[in-house]
C-alpha cells in the first residue's frame, strides 16, 4: 500500500488506528470538503459537466475494479472492455427479452460478470504475466464477438435501446439525479475496495502480488484469492457497464473497442500502480482527456485545421502521454501528488532528492 | 481448390508477420503489441514513396523498406531503449502506447480515406489462373514467395551470420552475451530494425494487393496469435502457427459464419493456451509459469 506522507508528531499506537480508513482530524476534514463540494456540485454546473462527472464516476468505478486486480492482486487483464461488454449486454438483452427492470437486470450482470471472471480467472492458474495479458485479451474478443453476434441474429444491427429506468417512483431521465445515482454506485465501489484491501483478502492478495511461493508457504490458497479476485473485480466491471449501458439508454459493440481496454489500463498506469487514489486520478484524467485536447485544438492557432480528425488527435496525444507516464513518471499522477504533499509538509525543509516512499 | 489457396495466402500473410513477433520477443523478450501499427506505418511510407517516385515501383519499395528500418531503430532508441529495467509489463504497456500513437499519426498525416499504391505506382495486379480453377493476384503471390524467401533468410542468418548468433546469444542469455562483449543495444536494436522491415513488407504487399486503411491494425493483431500458438521464441513454430490459424480461420468462415472472421485467431489461442501454454515448438522452461 502506498504510504500517505504525515506530518511528524503522528503516531499510531495500536491496529485499530493503523486499519482506520480516515486517520488525523486535517485528513477528516478535506474529506468533508471534498464530500460537500461533491454534493453541491450537481446544483452549479452545466448540463455538459454533469454528463463529464457522470462518465467520470463511470469510469471510476471501472478503474478501481481494474486496480483491485491489478495494482492489488498482481494479475494483469488485457480484458476489461469484454467485461464491461458482458455487463452492458446483459443489462441491454434482458431489457429487450424480458423488459426486466434496474434491479434484477443489475444484479443479473454482476452474476454474468462473476461468472466471466472465473472464466478469465482459470487461465491465470496456470499462466503469469504476459500469457495471462494475452489469455484476457482473448477473451474480449471473444465476448464483444457474441455480442456483436447476438446484435446481428436478432436484428438489432445499430445497437440495443434501452429505457432510462426508474429508482422507485423517480425515472432517472434526470442529468442531476444520474449524478446522484453514480456518486453513490462510485462511493460503494471505492467503499468495498478500500475494505477489501485492508481485510484479510486485501492482504492475501498483495502478499499474492509481491511473492506467490512466499504467500503459497504462508499458507495462502492462491488459487481461490487469484479466482477471488477475477471474480469480484469482474463482477464490478459487469456493474459498471450495465450502469454505462442505462446512462447511454444504448449498448453497441461498437463502444467496447480494445481501445477501451487500453484506456483503462492507462487509468490505472497514470494514476498510479496499486494506489485507490491513483484509480479515481487515472479514471478522471483519462476520461476528461479528449475533453482537453479538444478545447486545446481550438484555442491554439493552427491547429484548427486538424479539428475535422480529432479522434486521431486524440490517439496521437493518448498514446503519448502513455508513454510520457511509463517512462518518467512510473508512480503516475499519485507519485506527482504525494510529492507536493511532502513538498508541503517539509517545507521550509527539502526532501532528499530520489527518495520515493 | 479457391479454398486451398486462400488458406495457404493467409497463412503466407500471417508466417511473415507473426516472425517480427518472434523476432523481438526471441531477443528482447518485450512482446511488441504495436507490430501491427508498424506493419500499417510501414504500407503508409510506401503511399509515400509511391507520390515522389510515380513510375518506379523497385525505388519507391525499396526507398519505403529503407525508411521503416530507420523506424524500427527509432523506436528502439527512443521509446524501447529506455524501458530496459522497467517491468516487462512497463515495455509491453509502453509498445501499446506506441501502437495507439502511430494510429493517430498515421491518419493525421495519410487521412483516413482508403488509399491504393498499387494505383499510384501504376503496377496491375492481375489474377494468376493456377490449377483446377483456383486463382491467386499477382501480389499475394508475390507474397507467399516473399514468405518463403524470409524465412529461409532469417534462418540463414540466425545460423549463420555472425549478428545472427549475437542476437540468439542475447536472447539466451543477456548477461553473459554482455560479458563477452556483445553490444546489447546493438543486438536489440538490430532485432526491432528487422521486425520492422518485415512487418513493413509485409504491409506494403497487403496493401498492394487489397487497398490500405487504418484497419490493417486488425491484421497485424489476428498474426499474434500464430505467433504465440507456434511458440513465441520459434521461428518454425510461427510457420506452424500461420499455417494452423489461417485453416481454421478460412474454413470456419466459409462452412459456419462469416462474422467468426475476427475471432477465430484467438479462440485458437485461448485453445492453445490451455493445452501447452508455451506453444507448439516454444521452450517450456522460460515461460514465468506458477
Same mark, same amino acid.
Given at each position: 500500500m502506498s504510504r500517505v506522507p504525515r506530518a511528524s508528531g503522528y503516531f499510531r499506537i495500536d491496529y485499530r488506528q493503523d486499519f482506520a480508513l480516515v486517520q488525523t482530524a486535517r485528513e477528516r476534514i478535506a474529506l468533508a470538503v471534498f464530500a460537500a463540494a461533491l454534493l453541491v456540485f450537481p446544483f452549479l454546473a452545466s448540463p455538459f459537466g454533469l454528463d463529464l462527472a457522470c462518465q467520470v464516476f463511470l469510469a471510476c468505478i471501472?478503474?478501481?475494479?481494474?486496480?483491485?486486480?491489478?495494482?492489488?492482486?498482481?494479475?494483469?487483464?488485457?480484458?476489461?472492455?469484454?467485461?464491461?461488454?458482458?455487463?452492458?449486454?446483459?443489462?441491454?438483452?434482458?431489457?429487450?427479452?424480458?423488459? &426486466?427492470?434496474?434491479?434484477?437486470?443489475?444484479?443479473?450482470?454482476?452474476?454474468?460478470?462473476?461468472?466471466?471472471?472465473?472464466?478469465?480467472?482459470?487461465?491465470?492458474?496456470?499462466?503469469?504475466?504476459?500469457?495471462?495479458?494475452?489469455?484476457?485479451?482473448?477473451?474480449?474478443?471473444?465476448?464483444v464477438y457474441l455480442g456483436g453476434e447476438y446484435e446481428t441474429k436478432r436484428g438489432f444491427s445499430t445497437g440495443i435501446v434501452i429505457d432510462p429506468p426508474s429508482l422507485g417512483?423517480?425515472?432517472?431521465?434526470?442529468?442531476?439525479?444520474?449524478?446522484?445515482?453514480?456518486?453513490?454506485?462510485?462511493?460503494?465501489?471505492?467503499?468495498?475496495?478500500?475494505?477489501?484491501?485492508?481485510?484479510?483478502?486485501?492482504?492475501?492478495?498483495?502478499a499474492i502480488r509481491a511473492h506467490e511461493t512466499v504467500a503459497e508457504a504462508l499458507g495462502i490458497s492462491i488459487a481461490g484469492y487469484k479466482l477471488l479476485a477475477f471474480v469480484?473485480?469482474?463482477?464490478?466491471?459487469?456493474?459498471?457497464? &450495465?450502469?454505462?449501458?442505462?446512462?447511454?439508454?444504448?449498448?453497441?459493440?461498437?463502444?467496447?473497442?480494445?481501445?477501451?481496454?487500453?484506456?483503462?489500463?492507462?487509468?490505472?498506469?497514470?494514476?498510479?500502480m496499486?494506489?485507490?487514489?491513483?484509480?479515481?486520478?487515472?479514471?478522471?484524467?483519462?476520461?476528461?482527456?479528449?475533453?482537453?485536447?479538444?478545447?486545446?485544438?481550438?484555442?491554439?492557432?493552427?491547429?484548427?485545421?486538424?479539428?475535422?480528425?480529432?479522434?486521431?488527435v486524440n490517439f496521437s496525444a493518448f498514446g503519448l502521454v502513455m508513454?510520457?507516464?511509463?517512462?518518467?513518471?512510473?508512480?503516475?499522477?499519485?507519485?506527482?501528488w504525494r510529492r507536493i504533499q511532502n513538498y508541503v509538509l517539509l517545507w521550509p525543509f527539502r526532501q532528499r532528492h530520489g527518495s520515493r516512499q | 481448390?479457391?479454398?486451398?489457396?486462400?488458406?495457404?495466402?493467409?497463412?503466407?500473410?500471417?508466417?511473415?508477420?507473426?516472425?517480427?513477433?518472434?523476432?523481438?520477443?526471441?531477443?528482447?523478450?518485450?512482446?511488441?503489441?504495436?507490430?501491427?501499427?508498424?506493419?500499417?506505418?510501414?504500407?503508409?511510407?510506401?503511399?509515400?514513396?509511391?507520390?515522389?517516385?510515380?513510375?518506379?515501383?523497385?525505388?519507391?519499395?525499396?526507398?519505403?523498406?529503407?525508411?521503416?528500418?530507420?523506424?524500427?531503430?527509432?523506436?528502439?532508441?527512443?521509446?524501447?531503449?529506455?524501458m530496459t529495467g522497467e517491468m516487462v509489463l512497463a515495455a509491453v504497456l509502453a509498445t501499446v502506447a506506441l501502437g495507439i500513437l502511430l494510429r493517430g499519426v498515421v491518419?493525421?498525416?495519410?487521412?483516413?480515406?482508403?488509399?491504393?499504391?498499387?494505383?499510384?505506382?501504376?503496377?496491375?495486379?492481375?489474377?494468376?489462373?493456377?490449377?483446377?480453377?483456383?486463382?491467386?493476384?499477382?501480389?499475394?503471390?508475390?507474397?507467399?514467395?516473399?514468405?518463403?524467401?524470409?524465412?529461409?533468410?532469417?534462418?540463414?542468418?540466425?545460423?549463420?551470420?555472425?549478428?545472427?548468433?549475437r542476437m540468439r546469444a542475447a536472447g539466451q542469455n543477456p548477461l553473459l552475451a554482455a560479458q563477452r562483449g556483445i553490444n546489447l543495444h546493438a543486438v536489440y536494436a538490430l532485432a526491432w530494425s528487422l521486425s520492422t522491415l518485415i512487418g513493413s513488407l509485409a504491409g506494403m504487399l497487403i496493401a498492394l494487393d487489397s487497398g490500405l486503411t487504418s484497419t490493417m491494425v486488425t491484421i497485424g493483431l489476428k498474426a499474434f496469435p500464430a505467433a504465440l500458438v507456434g511458440g513465441l521464441d520459434s521461428f518454425a513454430g510461427a510457420l506452424a502457427g500461420a499455417a494452423i490459424v489461417a485453416t481454421a480461420e478460412v474454413l470456419l468462415i466459409h462452412y459456419v459464419d462469416p462474422l467468426l472472421a475476427d475471432v477465430v485467431p484467438f479462440l485458437v489461442?485461448?485453445?492453445?493456451?490451455?493445452?501447452?501454454?508455451?506453444?507448439?515448438?516454444?521452450?517450456?522452461?522460460?515461460?514465468?509459469?506458477?
Open positions: 471501472g478503474a478501481l475494479s481494474l486496480m483491485l486486480l491489478t495494482g492489488y492482486a498482481g494479475q494483469i487483464s488485457l480484458g476489461h472492455a469484454g467485461l464491461l461488454a458482458a455487463g452492458a449486454f446483459t443489462a441491454g438483452i434482458l431489457f429487450r427479452e424480458t423488459g &426486466a427492470p434496474f434491479w434484477i437486470t443489475l444484479p443479473s450482470a454482476a452474476f454474468v460478470g462473476a461468472l466471466l471472471g472465473v472464466v478469465f480467472g482459470l487461465p491465470s492458474l496456470r499462466l503469469r504475466g504476459l500469457y495471462l495479458a494475452v489469455s484476457t485479451l482473448a477473451l474480449h474478443f471473444v465476448v417512483p423517480v425515472a432517472l431521465t434526470d442529468g442531476r439525479a444520474w449524478y446522484f445515482v453514480l456518486l453513490a454506485a462510485a462511493a460503494a465501489t471505492l467503499l468495498v475496495c478500500l475494505n477489501l484491501a485492508r481485510s484479510r483478502t486485501g492482504r492475501a492478495w498483495q469480484i473485480s469482474s463482477a464490478i466491471t459487469a456493474v459498471a457497464g &450495465a450502469l454505462f449501458a442505462y446512462y447511454r439508454g444504448f449498448v453497441s459493440v461498437e463502444a467496447f473497442s480494445l481501445f477501451l481496454t487500453i484506456q483503462y489500463v492507462a487509468m490505472v498506469i497514470i494514476g498510479g496499486g494506489s485507490w487514489l491513483g484509480a479515481l486520478l487515472g479514471a478522471a484524467f483519462v476520461t476528461l482527456f479528449p475533453y482537453w485536447i479538444e478545447a486545446a485544438l481550438f484555442a491554439l492557432p493552427g491547429a484548427r485545421r486538424y479539428a475535422g480528425e480529432l479522434f486521431a508513454i510520457l507516464f511509463l517512462m518518467f513518471e512510473p508512480l503516475g499522477l499519485t507519485g506527482i | 481448390m479457391q479454398l486451398a489457396v486462400n488458406i495457404v495466402v493467409l497463412a503466407a500473410i500471417y508466417a511473415l508477420i507473426a516472425c517480427g513477433y518472434v523476432l523481438v520477443y526471441r531477443v528482447s523478450r518485450v512482446l511488441n503489441l504495436a507490430h501491427g501499427e508498424l506493419m500499417m506505418l510501414g504500407a503508409y511510407l510506401l503511399v509515400a514513396t509511391a507520390s515522389l517516385f510515380s513510375g518506379h515501383p523497385l525505388i519507391a519499395g525499396a526507398a519505403a523498406l529503407a525508411l521503416s528500418l530507420l523506424v524500427g531503430v527509432l523506436v528502439y532508441v527512443l521509446l524501447m531503449q529506455r491518419v493525421l498525416v495519410w487521412s483516413a480515406q482508403q488509399q491504393y499504391p498499387a494505383q499510384r505506382l501504376a503496377v496491375a495486379n492481375p489474377p494468376i489462373e493456377l490449377f483446377a480453377g483456383a486463382r491467386i493476384s499477382t501480389f499475394a503471390a508475390v507474397l507467399v514467395v516473399t514468405t518463403g524467401v524470409v524465412y529461409a533468410a532469417l534462418f540463414a542468418f540466425l545460423r549463420f551470420g555472425r549478428w545472427g548468433v489461442l485461448i485453445a492453445m493456451l490451455v493445452v501447452r501454454p508455451w506453444g507448439l515448438f516454444g521452450t517450456p522452461e522460460e515461460l514465468d509459469r506458477v
